[in-house]
């Protein structure tokens, strides 16, 4: 049973337009949500996250919006560059739990 | 500044053979985790330490599997006997945060294991 959804496994936008990566989750005790990105060859890194006290939280290029009572939330990459070509992993944690990840979408930047 | 360590890179071995999998944490971090990666199951957690204490082993997929965390600069993740359903890459992660769950998880490159 996955608590943590990204449908779409794979996503490609133009260079200099908007990405948006979607995320579902299921366990409306979840209060905490990230997003971390992973290059190939390479471990995940922390990218951006929110608390379920905010519904949007900025940084740069990337904004993480959350509709709680939609269950989603979803990143905003504003303008997509090549380098953003990763995989994006959506997260979420409880309180006193552990965090759960998403199976990931891969994100091609094309020129 | 080291980041987290983990050897081998790569391990290729055969079904039944003992798989020992490390890790280095980054220095003042009091959380380790290891996590496992498969296309089917994405990011798994299989154990995580707090303190050098194991908090939570639930993900651990049977008893082949075992992990130990002897002192804060090191870790071992161990299979014992492999099976081919155990290929997957495993990172490894520390962090400041005791669950990890509100601060940054700081990945190893990850160990890309083959069992044939």
């Known amino acids: 049973d996955q608590q943590v959804k990204q449908n779409s496994p794979s996503l490609s936008v133009q260079e200099g337009r908007i990405s948006i990566l979607n995320c579902d989750y299921t366990?409306?005790?979840?209060?905490?949500f990230l997003w971390y990105k992973k290059y190939p060859a390479e471990g995940p890194t922390f990218l951006i996250s929110i608390s379920s006290i905010k519904d949007k939280n900025e940084d740069g290029r990337f904004t993480v919006f959350l509709n709680k009572s939609a269950k989603h939330l979803s990143l905003h990459i504003v303008p997509s560059q090549p380098g953003d070509s990763a995989v994006y992993f959506c997260a979420a944690s409880a309180p006193g739990s552990k965090i759960i990840f998403g199976k990931g979408t891969r994100l091609h930047i094309l020129p | 500044d080291a980041g987290v360590i983990q050897s081998p890179r790569h391990e290729v071995t055969e079904m039944g053979q003992e798989v020992t999998l490390r890790c280095k944490p980054i220095?003042?971090?009091?959380?380790l985790f290891w996590y496992r990666q498969t296309m089917m199951r994405g990011l798994e957690l299989l154990i995580y330490f707090n303190n050098n204490v194991p908090i939570d082993d639930s993900g651990m997929p049977e008893d082949r599997f075992s992990a130990k965390m002897p002192n804060a600069s090191f870790s071992t993740l161990k299979i014992q006997p492999s099976e081919p359903r155990d290929s997957a890459v495993y990172f490894c992660?520390?962090?400041?945060?005791?669950?990890?769950?509100?601060?940054?998880?700081?990945f190893g490159e990850g160990s890309r294991l083959t069992v044939l």
């Open positions: 220095s003042g971090h009091n959380s």
């Open positions: 366990n409306s005790m979840f209060d905490y």
């Open positions: 992660a520390s962090s400041l945060s005791p669950s990890g769950r509100t601060g940054e998880l700081f």
